[in-house]
Protein backbone atom coordinates (compact mmCIF):
# COMPACT_ATOMS: atom_id res chain seq x y z
CA UNK A 1 0.00 0.00 0.00
CA UNK A 2 1.11 3.07 -0.98
CA UNK A 3 1.51 6.00 1.49
CA UNK A 4 2.88 8.94 2.70
CA UNK A 5 2.99 10.14 6.55
CA UNK A 6 4.35 13.56 7.37
CA UNK A 7 5.92 14.81 11.03
CA UNK A 8 7.55 17.53 12.41
CA UNK A 9 4.51 20.36 13.23
CA UNK A 10 4.12 22.05 15.95
CA UNK A 11 4.18 25.10 17.57
CA UNK A 12 6.68 27.81 16.68
CA UNK A 13 7.26 31.63 17.39
CA UNK A 14 7.22 34.35 14.97
CA UNK A 15 10.69 34.20 13.05
CA UNK A 16 11.28 30.79 14.23
CA UNK A 17 11.82 27.55 12.18
CA UNK A 18 10.71 23.79 12.04
CA UNK A 19 11.23 21.57 9.15
CA UNK A 20 8.92 18.89 8.56
CA UNK A 21 9.74 15.34 6.90
CA UNK A 22 7.32 13.14 4.44
CA UNK A 23 8.00 9.61 4.41
CA UNK A 24 7.00 7.19 1.92
CA UNK A 25 5.71 3.83 2.53
CA UNK A 26 5.26 1.04 -0.46
CA UNK A 27 7.26 3.00 -2.61
CA UNK A 28 9.92 4.59 -3.92
CA UNK A 29 10.03 8.62 -4.51
CA UNK A 30 12.82 8.74 -7.01
CA UNK A 31 10.79 9.02 -10.48
CA UNK A 32 7.94 11.24 -8.41
CA UNK A 33 7.06 14.82 -8.02
CA UNK A 34 6.83 15.53 -4.80
CA UNK A 35 5.06 18.85 -3.56
CA UNK A 36 4.28 19.99 -0.09
CA UNK A 37 0.80 22.07 0.28
CA UNK A 38 -0.98 23.74 3.10
CA UNK A 39 -4.44 24.66 3.93
CA UNK A 40 -5.54 27.23 6.59
CA UNK A 41 -8.71 27.06 8.10
CA UNK A 42 -11.16 28.59 6.16
CA UNK A 43 -8.89 28.84 3.24
CA UNK A 44 -8.19 27.09 -0.17
CA UNK A 45 -5.42 24.48 -0.32
CA UNK A 46 -2.50 26.54 -1.02
CA UNK A 47 1.25 25.08 -3.00
CA UNK A 48 3.98 25.58 -1.14
CA UNK A 49 6.57 23.71 -3.24
CA UNK A 50 7.04 21.21 -6.06
CA UNK A 51 10.16 18.71 -6.63
CA UNK A 52 10.47 17.79 -10.24
CA UNK A 53 10.86 14.39 -11.10
CA UNK A 54 12.45 15.33 -14.28
CA UNK A 55 15.45 17.38 -13.27
CA UNK A 56 15.59 17.65 -9.45
CA UNK A 57 14.63 20.87 -9.67
CA UNK A 58 12.20 22.85 -6.49
CA UNK A 59 9.68 25.47 -7.20
CA UNK A 60 8.13 27.76 -4.33
CA UNK A 61 4.96 29.76 -4.13
CA UNK A 62 6.24 33.40 -3.84
CA UNK A 63 4.56 33.60 -0.40
CA UNK A 64 7.36 31.17 1.02
CA UNK A 65 10.02 31.81 -1.60
CA UNK A 66 13.70 32.38 0.61
CA UNK A 67 12.26 31.24 3.58
CA UNK A 68 11.37 27.71 3.38
CA UNK A 69 13.42 24.86 1.22
CA UNK A 70 12.95 21.32 0.24
CA UNK A 71 15.07 18.79 -0.13
CA UNK A 72 15.45 14.89 -0.29
CA UNK A 73 17.52 12.92 1.80
CA UNK A 74 20.05 10.54 1.34
CA UNK A 75 17.21 8.20 2.25
CA UNK A 76 15.37 7.97 -1.44
CA UNK A 77 12.21 7.94 0.37
CA UNK A 78 12.12 10.80 2.40
CA UNK A 79 12.05 14.57 1.91
CA UNK A 80 11.89 17.48 3.89
CA UNK A 81 10.52 20.87 4.06
CA UNK A 82 12.74 23.42 6.00
CA UNK A 83 10.96 26.79 7.02
CA UNK A 84 12.37 30.07 8.28
CA UNK A 85 11.40 33.07 9.32
CA UNK A 86 7.68 31.72 10.07
CA UNK A 87 4.96 34.09 10.14
CA UNK A 88 1.52 33.85 11.84
CA UNK A 89 -0.05 33.86 7.93
CA UNK A 90 2.07 30.19 7.44
CA UNK A 91 -0.36 29.11 10.36
CA UNK A 92 -1.89 25.94 8.35
CA UNK A 93 -2.13 21.76 8.15
CA UNK A 94 1.11 20.87 5.90
CA UNK A 95 0.39 17.95 3.53
CA UNK A 96 3.53 16.30 1.36
CA UNK A 97 1.90 14.75 -1.83
CA UNK A 98 3.20 12.77 -5.12
CA UNK A 99 2.55 11.46 -8.28
CA UNK A 100 4.53 10.55 -11.14
CA UNK A 101 3.16 12.36 -14.10
CA UNK A 102 4.73 12.40 -17.71
CA UNK A 103 2.61 15.23 -19.00
CA UNK A 104 2.42 17.59 -15.80
CA UNK A 105 5.33 19.78 -14.19
CA UNK A 106 5.33 21.83 -10.99
CA UNK A 107 3.36 24.71 -12.33
CA UNK A 108 0.86 22.98 -12.79
CA UNK A 109 0.52 20.99 -9.25
CA UNK A 110 1.49 24.38 -7.69
CA UNK A 111 -0.64 26.25 -9.56
CA UNK A 112 -3.70 23.53 -8.84
CA UNK A 113 -4.29 22.96 -13.09
CA UNK A 114 -3.14 19.31 -11.76
CA UNK A 115 -3.75 17.15 -8.66
CA UNK A 116 -1.19 14.72 -7.13
CA UNK A 117 -2.01 11.36 -7.26
CA UNK A 118 -1.00 10.46 -3.41
CA UNK A 119 -1.41 12.41 -0.07
CA UNK A 120 -0.52 12.34 3.48
CA UNK A 121 -2.92 13.58 6.30
CA UNK A 122 -1.31 16.52 6.97
CA UNK A 123 0.64 17.79 10.28
CA UNK A 124 -0.33 20.69 11.92
CA UNK A 125 1.93 24.48 11.82
CA UNK A 126 1.23 26.92 14.34
CA UNK A 127 2.87 30.28 14.34
CA UNK A 128 2.08 32.06 17.54
CA UNK A 129 3.55 34.25 20.08
Known amino acids: QLQLAESGGGLVQPGGSLRLSCAASGFTLDYYFIGWFRQAPGQEREGVSC????????YYADSVKGRFSSSRDNDPNTVYLQMNSLKPEDTAVYYC??????????????????????WGKGTLVTVSS
Open 51 to 58: ISNRDTST
Open 97 to 118: AADRSTYFSCSDYLSKNADMDY
